[in-house]
């Protein structure tokens, strides 16, 4: 029995981790040695505990399978209960011989995943073998073969053939490209339907682009907006479409908008670290935004590892540059990484020193790797429902703009990558005064003593609203806390007031955990947007001035309409 289980779970974290881009550039003998290493110190740390409840878990596994299988020989079995999982759902799941499949799966499923979680591990060690056990199962379902899914089957007979055909086609295009099609790319452009907010690029180094919008009311708010994106996704899903668009309601609401354009990182930019980013990146937007809009202060949006980079750069910004900032916001972002929600799984000292044989390879971390680690993390979602739709069933998904923005993926420098995972992600130092120097100036966020708002959201996977909330008691003063209903994109940058179904809470009181505060707070129907407008104007004022007739200065003319070049700049995702 205790042979079954070691080959079950060698098998396991083989097939799991097989076409992770942590992986990849590994060759077979290693990755293979790796998994019988990460094996036996499993084994090694397992209780009698958890083998005692392994076995339980095994023994009532093969009693459901065995009474499932009498009821089919019996005639007794059916369709049971309806199915609650969305790849069942259809009606077909529950004729023929397609309910045992899936009851079957579902008893594998439930087996596997409650043996993984029955591991007694240390914590790392058991998210992890949890986390591939799930990837595994989720692989395992029978709605992933033809064969298997009647939904494929009678699309098949009802079309002659011809969804095969076309879904073989489909995959023919995706291996050429390098990664699944999760919406129609043939309806967007950018600069045509997506990003298309007037505006000009009125400062460009290396690194950046950074955008003036053009206002639209005859007063602007005399503190200029700048938005710090993340790094690793292009800019424009905060200017995704009309309806959507972060940038439009702002100027809508009468505030001048500034705008970062990453560089995508490549031959240019590859050997870039975490200090050019400040300096050529943070620093020169500030400075750039304040002379342009003649303004005194800047007010700061910034997200996800936008967000970071931005508190990093607060932490050693030199006093004549904090100066001109007025506030700082962070949305989805995090200072504190003892917590870092699902990511974790990826992040240990064995699977960084693997992908280092990556980046040294590839000189950039590519974006389609990015792309593949965070699409495991919901892998029905984002990978096996489209493979069922798109190969299986030979349908081409319908337009979604947010999803095109997902895989129009963009690079990262190998250092930057490397001391961002390493040093925060893994080494959890941005929390330590002094435990990282950039600038030349040892790291303390305790320098941090401009206003801060912080967001985050209920559903977000990649930033526990928790964690974030764990961030602002490490700030020297108290900063605002807001949580929002909805996701890490969809309760951030896509939440317009019109037509708004989410909700944030806020108010709450700060003096405990994030669960108390939770308690305490004060619910608010609709977007978190018109909240922070208000908290702008009461914490770096509200003073107004006539919206400027033209685009950038004399110093800093216009280069570029809006959108820009940098965003429309095609670099190789795939290292």
């Given at each position: 029995?205790?042979?079954?289980?070691?080959?079950?779970?060698s098998?396991?974290?083989?097939?799991?981790t097989?076409n992770?881009p942590?992986f990849?550039?590994m060759?077979?003998?290693?990755?293979?040695?790796?998994?019988?290493?990460?094996?036996?110190t499993?084994?090694?740390?397992?209780?009698?505990?958890a083998?005692s409840?392994?076995?339980?878990?095994?023994?009532?596994?093969?009693t459901?399978?065995?009474?499932?299988?009498?009821?089919?020989l019996t005639?007794?079995?059916?369709?049971?209960?309806?199915?609650?999982?969305?790849r069942?759902?259809?009606?077909?799941?529950?004729?023929?011989v397609?309910?045992?499949?899936r009851q079957s799966?579902e008893?594998?499923?439930?087996?596997m995943?409650?043996?993984?979680?029955?591991?007694?591990?240390?914590?790392?060690?058991?998210?992890?073998?949890?986390f591939?056990?799930r990837?595994?199962a989720?692989g395992?379902?029978?709605?992933?073969?033809?064969l298997?899914?009647?939904?494929?089957?009678?699309?098949?007979q009802?079309?002659?053939?011809r969804?095969?055909?076309d879904?073989?086609?489909?995959?023919?295009a995706?291996?050429?490209?390098?990664?699944i099609?999760t919406?129609?790319?043939?309806?967007f452009?950018?600069?045509?339907?997506?990003?298309?907010t007037?505006?000009?690029?009125?400062?460009?180094?290396?690194l950046?682009?950074?955008?003036?919008?053009?206002?639209v009311?005859?007063k602007v708010?005399?503190n200029?907006?700048?938005i710090?994106p993340?790094c690793v996704?292009?800019?424009?899903?905060f200017d995704?479409?009309?309806?959507k668009?972060m940038?439009r309601?702002?100027?809508?609401?009468?505030n001048?908008?500034?705008?970062?354009?990453?560089?995508?990182a490549?031959?240019?930019?590859q050997?870039?670290?975490?200090d050019?980013?400040?300096?050529?990146?943070?620093l020169?937007a500030?400075?750039?935004?304040?002379d342009?809009?003649?303004a005194e202060?800047?007010?700061?949006?910034?997200?996800c590892?936008?967000?970071?980079?931005?508190?990093?750069?607060?932490?050693?910004?030199?006093?004549a540059?904090k100066?001109l900032?007025?506030?700082s916001?962070?949305?989805s972002?995090?200072?504190?990484?003892?917590?870092p929600g699902?990511?974790?799984?990826?992040?240990?000292?064995t699977?960084?020193?693997a992908?280092k044989?990556r980046?040294?390879?590839?000189?950039?971390?590519?974006?389609?790797?990015?792309?593949?680690?965070?699409?495991?993390?919901?892998?029905?979602?984002?990978?096996?429902g489209?493979?069922?739709?798109?190969?299986?069933?030979?349908q081409?998904?319908?337009?979604?703009?947010?999803?095109y923005?997902?895989?129009d993926?963009?690079n990262?420098?190998a250092?930057?990558?490397?001391?961002f995972v390493?040093?925060?992600?893994h080494?959890?130092?941005?929390?330590?005064p002094g435990?990282l120097?950039l600038?030349?100036?040892?790291?303390?966020?305790?320098?941090?003593?401009?206003?801060?708002?912080?967001?985050?959201?209920?559903?977000?996977?990649?930033?526990?609203?928790?964690?974030?909330?764990?961030?602002?008691?490490?700030?020297?003063?108290?900063?605002e806390?807001?949580?929002?209903s909805?996701?890490?994109?969809?309760?951030t940058?896509i939440?317009?007031?019109v037509?708004?179904?989410?909700?944030f809470?806020?108010?709450g009181?700060?003096t405990g955990?994030a669960?108390?505060?939770?308690?305490?707070?004060?619910?608010?129907?609709?977007?978190?947007?018109?909240h922070?407008?208000?908290?702008?104007d009461e914490?770096?004022g509200?003073a107004?001035?006539p919206?400027?007739?033209?685009?950038?200065n004399r110093k800093?003319p216009?280069?570029?309409l809006?959108?820009?070049?940098y965003?429309?700049e095609?670099v190789?995702?795939?290292?």
């Amino acid at each position: 029995m205790e042979q079954d289980f070691n080959k079950t779970l060698s098998d396991m974290m083989l097939s799991a981790t097989k076409n992770h881009p942590v992986f990849q550039g590994m060759d077979a003998s290693k990755h293979q040695e790796f998994i019988a290493s990460w094996n036996e110190t499993a084994q090694s740390l397992l209780s009698a505990d958890a083998w005692s409840d392994w076995i339980k878990t095994w023994t009532t596994y093969q009693t459901e399978m065995a009474q499932l299988w009498m009821s089919g020989l019996t005639g007794q079995g059916g369709a049971g209960q309806p199915a609650k999982d969305r790849r069942f759902g259809d009606d077909a799941w529950n004729k023929g011989v397609f309910p045992f499949l899936r009851q079957s799966y579902e008893l594998t499923a439930k087996a596997m995943a409650d043996m993984a979680d029955r591991a007694g591990l240390p914590e790392h060690e058991q998210r992890k073998l949890s986390f591939y056990a799930r990837v595994t199962a989720d692989g395992l379902s029978p709605s992933n073969f033809a064969l298997m899914n009647p939904e494929v089957l009678k699309r098949a007979q009802e079309t002659g053939g011809r969804s095969l055909i076309d879904g073989f086609q489909n995959l023919l295009a995706d291996l050429e490209k390098g990664y699944i099609t999760t919406t129609d790319e043939t309806a967007f452009k950018v600069g045509e339907n997506l990003a298309t907010t007037p505006g000009a690029v009125i400062y460009r180094n290396a690194l950046i682009e950074v955008i003036q919008y053009t206002p639209v009311t005859p007063k602007v708010r005399s503190n200029p907006i700048l938005i710090i994106p993340p790094c690793v996704n292009k800019f424009y899903i905060f200017d995704i479409n009309e309806k959507k668009s972060m940038v439009r309601y702002l100027l809508e609401e009468g505030n001048s908008v500034f705008m970062v354009s990453w560089r995508n990182a490549g031959p240019e930019t590859q050997d870039y670290g975490w200090d050019e980013y400040i300096t050529e990146g943070v620093l020169a937007a500030i400075d750039t935004t304040a002379d342009v809009a003649k303004a005194e202060q800047v007010d700061l949006l910034s997200w996800c590892n936008g967000g970071t980079l931005l508190l990093a750069a607060l932490a050693v910004m030199p006093q004549a540059q904090k100066s001109l900032v007025g506030s700082s916001t962070f949305l989805s972002s995090m200072l504190d990484f003892s917590d870092p929600g699902e990511v974790e799984v990826f992040i240990d000292e064995t699977q960084i020193a693997a992908y280092k044989q990556r980046l040294g390879t590839a000189k950039v971390a590519p974006g389609r790797d990015i792309a593949r680690a965070m699409a495991m993390l919901h892998v029905n979602e984002s990978i096996w429902g489209f493979v069922v739709n798109n190969y299986l069933k030979g349908q081409t998904p319908p337009p979604f703009d947010v999803l095109y923005w997902n895989a129009d993926t963009s690079n990262l420098p190998a250092k930057w990558y490397s001391y961002f995972v390493e040093e925060m992600y893994h080494a959890n130092k941005l929390r330590e005064p002094g435990a990282l120097t950039l600038l030349d100036t040892p790291v303390d966020c305790g320098n941090i003593d401009v206003p801060c708002y912080f967001l985050a959201a209920t559903g977000d996977h990649i930033v526990p609203w928790q964690t974030s909330y764990s961030s602002t008691t490490l700030l020297p003063q108290e900063a605002e806390f807001v949580l929002t209903s909805g996701g890490h994109v969809s309760g951030t940058v896509i939440n317009h007031p019109v037509k708004n179904r989410r909700y944030f809470v806020s108010d709450g009181d700060r003096t405990g955990s994030a669960e108390e505060w939770l308690a305490s707070a004060n619910k608010s129907e609709g977007s978190w947007w018109p909240h922070w407008l208000q908290w702008l104007d009461e914490t770096s004022g509200d003073a107004q001035r006539p919206a400027p007739k033209t685009l950038g200065n004399r110093k800093h003319p216009e280069l570029a309409l809006a959108p820009g070049t940098y965003v429309l700049e095609q670099v190789p995702q795939d290292g």
